[in-house]
C-alpha cells in the first residue's frame, strides 16, 4: 500500500514521520489524469490515504494542499471535503484496513524506538 507524502507547504503531521516518507511516485500516479481519469475517478483511489490522515488530525487544507502538491490533483478544499464524504461510505471496509496498517506500522516504530 503507499501513503501520501508530506509536502513542504503542509504544516507536518504529528507522529508521522516515519510513516509519512512513503512516497505516492510508489503508484507511479504523479498525474492521476494522465491516464484519462477524471480528478473525481483518480480521488477515489486515494479515500483510504485521506481517511487515515483525517483521523491523525489534518484539516481539509492540509489535505488538499498534500494531494495537489504530491499527486498532481487540482482540488479545492471543498470539492476534497465533498468527493471524501460520498466516497468514503462505499469504501469503508478499505479504509478501515487502511487505518489498521497505519496503527500497525505505528507500532512497530514503537518498539523500534523502544531497542
Request: charged share 25%; net charge positive; proline share 3%.
Amino acid at each position: 500500500m503507499t501513503t501520501i507524502t508530506k509536502s513542504n507547504s503542509v504544516t507536518p503531521i504529528p507522529n508521522s514521520n516515519e510513516i509519512a516518507d512513503e512516497d505516492v511516485s510508489n503508484s507511479n500516479q504523479k498525474d492521476p489524469l494522465e491516464k484519462g481519469l477524471t480528478q473525481r475517478k483518480a480521488f477515489e483511489k486515494f479515500i483510504p490515504h485521506v481517511f487515515v490522515l483525517r483521523k491523525k488530525g489534518c484539516s481539509w487544507n492540509q489535505i488538499t494542499a498534500l494531494l495537489n502538491d504530491t499527486c498532481g490533483f487540482k482540488l479545492k478544499f471543498t470539492t476534497v471535503r465533498f468527493y471524501y464524504g460520498q466516497m468514503v461510505r462505499t469504501q469503508s471496509d478499505i479504509c478501515q484496513d487502511a487505518m489498521a496498517e497505519y496503527i500497525s506500522k505505528l507500532n512497530s516504530i514503537e518498539k523500534k524506538q523502544e531497542e
